[in-house]
């Protein structure tokens, strides 16, 4: 069950039921080909790992979609496509350090969250003080310039504060739990709750203005 | 009680207090006893019980989301065009890894190296010597190839003498370099086996020019090693 929301090219937007990136990762094989893919990728990391790069290429192109999806809900559109590249720079040299426990799909990912995660702490030290919050928070519920409530979920996601939209992404879009996110993030777990708590009551208001239009398509 | 708190509460917020703590009970973190005092509370309340409903589509949307999102340009030559240096820098590490932990940890890359090119040479050969009609005419002899090198072999010679004078410390390193280049050996003696059926083979030649070079910078990356490890 695939439910594609109306959204403007090049935009984030594909809902489906019960498809998180680690449920996807993580997922037991249910057919050849998958099974199949995931040899191919095994070849790949293992010649990467020897220094080949057309393999390490393979292994962007299947995943690039993922990883920037993360990295534009986690940072934000402007920052998307530079941490895009430094997570796969960052992958290329710590690939030695995968030991194939889990998928390589899971292990890129909690790379990609802690590259992130780095770049904010360093940008949240060259910032003083994060007064944007206030007017991100303000901004996630507004209504686009022609009058209309964004449509996709994904874009509003974007616009929440720094904070409330990692833990949201950790916690409600990728399934970390919350003393996870707060390991991750370097917060106190009570932060987590109430940044968590912060992002869903951002989107209640914007799905409210929707209509719940999105929630409509979800249900499909 | 309740009713006590929530005034204060709204005193403070202008608000319900109880709405700050939905998520909360959404997610199952809530202790027994205000969880039951929330659920008495919003049996009563339009406004939380709304709110409730309204995150928990927020949750459904955010479980439902995939967060893919293909780039407008191709990132690939930003990334390739810093992983070039990274992958030499890489190699330096992978040598300088012998001086601080011990030198086996080289044995994995070796063996991996190996592997690979026997398994190459062995599909090689398989493939020219099932599929190939009987050698044509005489093509030029094997020795006339690249196959044969003065050079080559006195280099070869040198590293392996360098590496075995040099890591005689750490049997471990010797036997696995021996085990891995002798490998490596019978990739090239196939090779060599299948040019000599098959003379002037240009992929033939063009594999074990390759397996040979491999073999040399194998032996290559044990001298560094070895020369580390005595430093």
Not at chain 1, 55 to 81: I, K, N, P, Q, W
Not at chain 2, 27 to 43: I, K, N, Q, S, V
Not at chain 2, 59 to 79: F, H, K, M, T, Y
Not at chain 2, 164 to 185: C, F, G, K, Q, S
Request: glycine share 6%.
């Amino acid at each position: 069950m695939v439910a594609t929301l109306s959204l403007p090219a090049g935009q984030v937007g594909t809902v489906r039921g019960q498809s998180r990136w680690r449920a996807r990762s993580e997922a037991s094989l249910t057919d050849q080909s998958t099974e199949d893919r995931l040899k191919e990728e095994a070849a790949d990391v293992a010649l990467a790992c020897q220094g080949d790069e057309r393999a390490f290429e393979r292994l962007y192109r299947f995943h690039v979609g993922r990883v920037r999806g993360l990295t534009r809900s986690m940072a934000g559109f402007d920052a998307a496509d530079e941490l895009t590249q430094d997570i796969f720079v960052r992958a290329w040299e710590k690939l030695h350090t995968f030991r194939g426990d889990a998928r390589f799909g899971t292990w890129l990912h909690r790379l990609a969250v802690n590259v992130i995660l780095e770049d904010r702490r360093s940008r949240a030290r060259r910032r003083a003080v994060q007064d944007e919050d206030e007017r991100a928070l303000d901004e996630a519920s507004q209504p686009a310039p022609d009058g209309t409530f964004p449509i996709d979920f994904a874009a509003a996601i974007e616009r929440l504060p720094d904070g409330a939209r990692q833990v949201f992404v950790l916690h409600d879009v990728e399934g970390y739990k919350h003393h996870e996110v707060s390991e991750l993030m370097g917060i106190a777990s009570g932060t987590s709750k109430g940044q968590l708590h912060r992002a869903r009551m951002i989107l209640r208001r914007y799905l409210r203005g929707e209509v719940a239009r999105p929630s409509r398509e979800l249900q499909r | 009680m309740n009713g006590r708190n929530e005034e204060t509460a709204n005193d403070r917020t202008g608000g319900d207090p109880w709405l700050s703590r939905l998520s909360e009970y959404l997610d199952g973190d809530m202790a027994p006893l205000a969880r039951r005092e929330l659920e008495r509370h919003l049996a009563g309340c339009v406004e939380c019980t709304s709110a409730l409903d309204e995150l928990r589509q927020v949750v459904a949307c955010a479980q439902g989301v995939v967060l893919e999102s293909e780039p407008d340009r191709d990132l690939w030559p930003g990334i390739s065009a810093r992983l070039a240096p990274r992958s030499r820098a890489r190699s330096t590490t992978l040598l300088r890894f012998g001086s601080r932990t011990p030198l086996r940890r080289l044995a994995p890359w070796l063996a991996a190296a190996a592997v690979l090119v026997l398994a190459s040479a062995v599909t090689v050969v398989w493939v020219e010597r099932t599929h190939r009609s009987p050698a044509p005419s005489p093509g030029p002899n094997v020795a006339t190839a690249p196959a044969v090198d003065p050079a080559y072999d006195a280099a070869v010679a040198d590293l392996q003498r360098q590496v075995r004078d040099r890591l005689t410390l750490d049997p471990h390193v010797v036997e696995a370099i021996d085990r891995n280049l002798a490998t490596l050996d019978v990739a090239i003696a196939d090779y060599r086996a299948a040019l000599s059926e098959h003379p002037g083979d240009p992929h033939l030649t063009r594999r074990l020019v390759a397996a040979r070079h491999r073999k040399l910078e194998v032996l290559r990356q044990a001298a560094v090693l070895a020369a580390e490890g005595d430093n």
